[in-house]
């Protein structure tokens, strides 16, 4: 059975690179980036969720079906929330045949910044 | 000394085999609690992006201390369980045992504090929809939604840890009984995967409840 | 092959091996696992039949003839929750799936023959909460417990109904699961992906679907319990929650749902098709890519469910076009089916006139779709009779005449007996008959205004609805026969000998019914699959 056997050292080492990027994610949320917080939060999110999945799970040494697997998780989470989040965010109350002239406030609160 | 792990189940060809599916099944798997989270993620971004305000204002009465604490704690485990299957590709099984022993203490560890500190002082502050909801700041209403996704978020993502410790500890035993070796390990390999897999959406978690807005 | 060959049932096989009660509720034996699901689903399928019956009753009289309207809601609530999660998704996959899956690959057994169990008891588990609901006096959200009128405004029995479909669900993930472990690692030697039978192809593009969509409507269903236990407003308006959202968790799986009530039957049809027309499947590539597409294109459409309900009219443009597109690879599997019939030595015993009925059939529920995709003609006839006969077309004159065509072609595998055919064949007509007049009048009343999940209606509808229970009386007749001559044969019915059609596939190269581990030896592929004209060769040499 060929399995790979990672050194413990490099568990070691991503453990390290991960609590850095926590604390990282926690002390930059006090300094104000507007709406780039929470894209800055997501990208260290997302750094970290590859560190574990690489290394921890093996990813790296995992046969090419698995990722695949890996993949389509990714892909299908990414259609629910495009999707879903593209009908949120294209909402109004002036149809595209009516003019906004002849349309009140939309209901649908304004989205913040 | 007692080996079931050691025979190959008599649907499968080998070892090899039984190994592979084995780890595929444990993937899928995780692609379907991908999918099973990944509803929750998009429902309380649809609610973030509506209500961002009060979502802040939710997210500030949550310690951040206590939940990057949380997060080393739990990351803490993944490295133990990491180590731990590491001890049993090297055959090594009282290192095996301690390491998952150390897992378990961990995420106990987490949920200690996640249930019996913050949870119970939540209550205490009046912020839990539904069962005791007290808050009187302006939005009050999507603040509580706020509240609604943390403690689902959360909830769900503790049952998963509690259903963790409860099969770490039918490993532990059999580790205790020798079942495992170099050879044959998979429940070991496959459990790991389901632990850092729980970790990784703690990872998502944690920013997206604690600290929304903590520039405040 | 001698013309004289006496057809032998083995001695010992996986039915007679052990009759202890025992053996059977803790097999792991993937066959006697499906004939649990057989008879589950077949008592599901009884009780969302009486229901059905009751509310066509019912229309008989536009004042509603039978019950009041609120049992009629509670009616027509449980014949959907009952026909699509406790029939029809588990239908073709859990009965014929488990059963010839391994067979078609040549394997002992499936991946995961103990979590296999398992599946069919959390099915059973929830199959008795939902039954629970039922007795203890209905649900009446419709199948779709729509918010918020399932969390906020009725007392009758959502969490219960709500909780077994959330438990069985994870009866199909787990199902799902299996098979496509089993399909990529337990394939015999020389059984490559492009020599596999279509209805493979088939069930792993199923599998993809229940292993990824059904874990967001059990999210979806968990989400309306809290909301009902602990009293928040995750989907409640004035308290700043969206019922649309939980529409778009509910149909994200419900839409690929009905993918997977239909693409088993078409992987069946594929079957059926090249086996009575005694012709290699025409376009084997296109049809196995067309099953796997369907279950891609299949999760990019589910707005098209909620044109009227409120989503961005974007949103209904990028939902509209990608359900035309979907339309494609299910048309290109009719295509190829009907040039493999195309010069085809065609013959039409019952599993072949339930196929030609499923590509007739299929086509005209298929084409509606598209009707009912088209924005402009949908906020006309959504939630009207002519979407409830659209969807009738597909999942009745469709899947679950699909579904027949598999339990006869394989009967004689499964049971080791043959039916009746001459009986069988009056059955699958009655059938066709039955459908057509119960659902095609269902086209016109929906197009005419009338609506769907009404117990009263407008008196001039009165024509149509008499006509369409009378259909329905006849229908029903040719479910029940096949039960009767199913359940003789197999204490009467001849011996089927290991290839009563005389078709290709690994799982006719065994006994019948098949020993408990499949196959004496693991067999070895070394030909293209549907070899009919070598078959054909050599029954003339015999």
Known sequence: MSEHIASQKMYFVVFFSLLTLTLLTWQIAYVDLGRWNMVVALIISITKTVLVATFFMHLRWSAPLVRLVVFAAVFWLAIMLTLTIGDFFTRTNVQPWQSSATVSQPMVPAVKR | MHNSQAVVAEQFDDRTQQHEAASLGMWIFLATEVMFFGALFTGYTIYRNLYTMAFEAGSHLLNARIGAFNTAVLIGSSLTMALAVHAAQTGMRKRLMAFLASTMVLGGIFLYIKFAIEWVHDYRDGIVPGLHFTYSGPQASHVAMFFCFYFIMTGVHALHMIIGEGVMAVLLIMAWRGEFSRESHNHIEMFGLYWHFIDIIWIFLFPLLYLLGAHF | ?542
């Open chain 3, 1 to 542: 092959m001698s013309s004289l060959e006496v057809a032998l049932e083995p001695r010992v096989h996986y039915l007679n091996a052990d009759y202890s009660i025992k053996s059977w509720l803790l097999t792991t034996d993937h066959k006697r696992i499906a004939w649990l699901y057989l008879i589950a689903i077949t008592f599901f399928f009884s009780i969302g039949g009486v229901a059905a019956t009751l509310m066509r009753l019912n229309l008989l009289e536009p004042q509603g003839l039978l019950v009041e309207p609120d049992t009629y809601n509670k009616l027509f609530s449980m014949h959907g929750i009952i026909m699509v999660f406790f029939f029809l998704v588990p239908s073709i996959p859990a009965v014929l799936g488990n059963f010839l899956i391994p067979l078609m690959l040549g394997a002992r057994d499936v991946a995961f023959p103990r979590l296999n169990l398992l599946s069919w008891y959390v099915f059973m588990t929830g199959g008795s909460i939902v039954t629970y609901a039922l007795i203890a006096g209905g649900v009446d959200t419709g199948w779709t417990f729509y918010t918020p009128l399932s969390t906020l405004y009725l007392n009758t029995h959502v969490t219960t109904a709500a909780a077994g479909v959330f438990i069985a669900g994870f009866s199909s993930i787990l199902t799902g699961l299996n098979f496509v472990v089993t399909i990529h690692k337990m394939r015999a030697p020389g059984l490559t992906w492009f020599r596999l039978p279509l209805f493979i192809w088939a069930m792993y593009a199923t599998s993809i679907i229940f292993i990824i969509a059904t874990p967001v409507i059990a999210m979806s269903l968990a989400l309306i319990i809290i909301e009902r236990v602990f009293h928040v407003g995750i989907f409640d308006p004035a308290l700043g929650g969206d019922p649309i959202l939980f529409q778009h968790l509910f149909w994200f799986y419900s839409h690929p749902a009905v993918y997977v009530m239909i693409l088993p039957s078409m992987g069946v049809v594929s079957e059926l098709v090249t086996a009575f027309s005694r012709k290699k499947i025409f376009g084997y590539h296109f049809i196995a890519f067309s099953s796997i597409a369907i279950a891609v294109l299949g999760f990019l459409v589910w707005g098209h469910h909620m044109f009227v309900s409120g989503q961005s009219i974007y949103a209904g443009l990028v939902f509209s076009a990608l359900s035309m597109a979907v339309a494609i690879p299910s048309a290109v599997k009719v295509f190829n089916w009907t040039a493999t019939l195309y010069k085809g030595s065609i013959s039409y015993e019952a599993p072949m006139l339930y196929a030609l009925g499923f590509i007739g059939l299929f086509t005209i529920g298929g084409l509606t779709g598209l009707y009912l995709a088209t924005t402009a003609i949908d906020q006309h006839v959504h939630d009207t009779y002519f979407v409830v006969a659209h969807f009738h077309y597909i999942m009745v004159g469709g899947a679950v005449m699909g579904y027949m065509g598999g339990i006869h072609y394989w009967w004689p595998k499964i049971s080791g007996r043959l039916y009746p055919d001459g009986w069988a064949r009056v059955s699958a007509i009655i059938i066709f008959v039955g459908f057509n007049l119960t659902f095609f009048p269902q086209f016109i009343l929906g197009y005419l205004g009338m609506p769907r999940r009404y117990a009263v209606y407008p008196p001039e509808f009165q024509t149509l609805n008499v006509i369409s229970t009378a259909g329905a009386s006849i229908l029903g007749l040719g479910y029940i026969i096949p039960l009767i001559y199913f359940a003789w044969s197999i204490r009467y019915g001849a011996p089927a000998g290991d290839n009563p059609w005389k078709a290709t596939g690994l799982e006719w190269t065994t006994t019948s019914p098949p020993p408990t581990h499949n196959f004496e030896e693991t067999p070895v592929v070394t030909e293209e699959p549907y070899g009919y004209d070598r078959l054909a060769e050599e029954i003339q040499v015999a």
